[in-house]
């Protein structure tokens, strides 16, 4: 079974603090996706990597960077926290062509920021 | 541009009860469609996905969706449900780049 791992399920940060979230996935996929989740506004992309080093801003990629330096690790970076970044963040893995859709998702990492 | 929509934010149904969760879709393209399920503190699993061929599909625990052109939906269906059933469910679109694009979930409840 493919295995997404994010390194923690619950955080609790300061405003302007400096945060990374990290994803790991066991299964040589090639995409990575960094989401977050609201109440009500379901699943908002973040930031992609299709390849090593490589990245793309996704919808709302204001207040985040990403980091790909492995092909299994994903990390998102908050550089300076703020409240309203209070939120669930999902990180998902995929494989190419066709089943790049076919996104295999970590548990998540519910985020608050104070 | 594209977009989903899912028309109903939560459904709430009787167990063995049947249910219906609807979602429509817009592209200008041919598109993948699929469903996603979040159980309680969970992260996203794919129920089932329609990618082409036959229009109607279904999952290992009973659900199914039918693709229509025509109508520009996906809606997913069960005859039904169990507690078990309780969740989030995303209707979700793929058609080019690598991101898919997410409805907004509807939530599900089962009770007794």
């Known amino acids: 079974d493919v295995k997404v791992t994010q390194s923690s399920r619950y955080l609790v940060k300061r405003t302007g603090e400096k945060v990374f979230l990290e994803c790991v996935q066991d299964?040589?996929?090639?995409?990575m996706f960094w989401y977050r989740q609201d109440p009500g506004l379901g699943l908002r992309l973040i930031y992609f990597s299709y390849d090593v080093k490589m990245k793309e801003k996704g919808d709302i990629p204001e207040g985040y960077s990403v980091s790909r330096e492995k092909k299994e690790r994903f990390s998102l970076i908050l550089e300076s926290a703020s409240t309203n970044q209070t939120s669930m963040y999902l990180c998902?893995?995929?494989?190419?062509?066709?089943?790049?859709?076919?996104?295999?998702f970590g548990a998540g990492t519910r985020l608050s920021v104070l | 541009a594209q977009s989903v929509t899912q028309l109903d934010s939560q459904v709430p149904v009787f167990e063995e009860a049947p249910v219906e969760l609807r979602c429509n879709y817009s592209s200008s393209v041919s598109v993948y469609l699929f469903w996603y399920v979040q159980y309680p503190n969970q992260g996203l699993q794919l129920l089932l996905k329609y990618l082409s061929g036959s229009t109607l599909v279904e999952s290992i625990n009973g659900f199914e969706a039918e693709f229509n052109k025509s109508q520009t939906s996906f809606h997913l269906r069960k005859p039904s449900v169990h507690i078990s059933d309780t969740a989030e469910y995303f209707c979700?679109?793929?058609?080019?780049?690598?991101?898919?694009?997410f409805g907004k979930g509807t939530s599900l409840l089962v009770t007794p």
């Open positions: 998902a893995s995929s494989s190419s062509g066709v089943a790049r859709y076919i996104q295999y």
């Open positions: 299964m040589d996929h090639e995409n």
């Open positions: 979700a679109l793929g058609n080019s780049g690598y991101a898919l694009n």
